[in-house]
């Protein structure tokens, strides 16, 4: 079994901003790709960034230039530095990771509980 949890969601002011942290444990043997979602009520869930395991980086264009994200293979974590936050980035924040199973050797996709993040104008 493979847990992610997020953390460093909260409330902050237009212009602030937060860091997420999503620290992988269990049963891995390798750590892919990793990627940030966010999704707000009545809309789907969408790609914020994604990492891969050799550190290529992709955003959406409504965060380019404005979070980064970032990981640390040691500590099984990626991170999403939110900077210059808008009220429109307001939403719960979903870390998602391709895991190899230590035991079974199989590819699988794992998602965490989802930390909400709210910015106030």
């Known amino acids: 079994q493979v847990q992610l949890v997020e953390s460093g969601g909260g409330l902050v002011q237009a212009g602030g901003s937060l860091r997420l942290s999503c620290a992988a444990s269990g049963s891995i043997f390798s750590l892919n790709a990793m990627e940030w979602y966010r999704q707000v009520p009545g809309r789907q869930r969408e790609l914020v960034a994604r990492i891969s395991r050799i550190g290529t980086r992709n955003y959406a264009d409504s965060v380019g230039g404005r979070f980064t994200i970032s990981r640390d293979n040691a500590k099984n974590t990626v991170y999403l530095q939110m900077n210059s936050l808008r009220p429109e980035d307001t939403a719960v924040y979903y870390c998602?990771?391709?895991?190899?199973?230590?035991?079974?050797?199989?590819?699988?996709?794992?998602w965490g509980q989802g930390t909400q993040v709210t910015v106030s104008s």
């Open positions: 998602n990771a391709d895991i190899i199973d230590i035991n079974t050797r199989r590819l699988m996709n794992y």
